[in-house]
């Protein structure tokens, strides 16, 4: 057999996206989906439907449906529940972003995967295939920038208006989403912050809460963190700027690379910065430099969510390594969760970050939520979710 017989559970924005790309892909077949709302198989084209089953019960559909494999684009909540399920029903599986609300939903979710070494577990964490990402990544393991001294990432081009928070009830609320721009839009961005950096000791942030849009969660967040060699990081993010930036600087002992409108540029020192400053007899000035364009080829961006449904596929068929493995979306959250403690306790937080503390945190807003439909932190079940709807 050279496919894999995938379903989808939850066909919404995301869910029904990846319906049309594993029609393009050769190593994959469509013939299941699952949603609690059944309005949701409207979205998928009359040619696809006919030829795939729909359930509206999640058991039903693990139990019943000719598949091998699961991706879970559900609300973020139920992540952690469904992908259990599909486990213990021996699926692989690709579990949306986030992994999980919080770190401890996330370590669970790991522990149960661990005894399922067998199955493929995959996170859509599609930015990874992004070339130009790659290739920052290769020129930093290569030494290219040499010892790196800080990091600043603004990523405000998160622009959402108010009608994309009330387009769903169960977004941007503490009860029914879990997190705002730190969870929703930035997990990439902090997926790719430890793929690239790895994660810091310390963090600082100030967090504010619906500042530009009627919603309980963060809208922006002005975050500082430093690492245990000296190098230290800036992490902006906002959805409530109109143009917003994507701009990632790396400044580092060889120069300073700059990363925006999808064009990495690199300017070179002559002497490394360090070396300089110990030896040059000038009070003034600095070391010369060129300004260098690296050049990506950038097509592949175009078919980031297809090729890591393609990539586990292959995972699954021919053993090929992942290129987004499950457990490791437990890192980004991590940095997105302790972002958002220190902004609300005002402290500095030190990783590995307690994650405890972070659902004892979690729970108190999930109390205060104006969203009242019945979700519960640490034991939301599909069930809960398909009463409330
Ligand atoms: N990788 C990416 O680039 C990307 C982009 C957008 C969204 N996402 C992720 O995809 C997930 C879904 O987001 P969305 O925008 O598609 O949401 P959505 O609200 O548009 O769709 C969610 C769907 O899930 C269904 N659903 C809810 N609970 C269910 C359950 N327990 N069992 C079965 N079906 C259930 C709903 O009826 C709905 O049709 C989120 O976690 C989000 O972070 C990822």
Known sequence: MDFVKFGIIGIGNMGSGHV?????????RLTAVCDINPKAFDRI?????EKIKCYTDVDTFLKEADIEAVI????????PDLAIKALKAGKHIIVEKPIAVHKKEAERLIAEGAKHPELKQSLMFNQ???PTHKKIKQLIDNGELGKIR???WVITDWFRSQAYYDSGDWRASWRGEGGGVLLNQCPHQLDLWQWLFGLPKTVRAVVKFGKYHDIEVEDEVNVYMEYEDGTVGNFIASTGEMPGDNRLEITAEKGKLI??????????NEIETSEFCKTTKKSFGIADKWICQIPVNNEAAAHQHRNVIENVANAILKDTPLLAPMAEGIRGLELGNSM????LKDKVVTLPMD??????ELEKLVATSRYQKKVVVNEATADDMAKSY
């Open 20 to 28: 049309r790309y594993i029609g393009e892909l050769s190593n994959c």
């Open 45 to 49: 084209n009359a040619a696809t439907r």
């Open 72 to 79: 879970i684009a559900v609300p973020h909540y139920f992540h």
């Open 128 to 130: 990874r295939i992004i």
């Open 150 to 152: 800080r990091i600043n």
């Open 259 to 268: 990363y925006e409108d999808g064009k990495i540029t690199f300017v070179r």
């Open 340 to 343: 958002l403690l220190a902004g």
């Open 355 to 360: 994650s405890d503390e972070y659902a004892a």
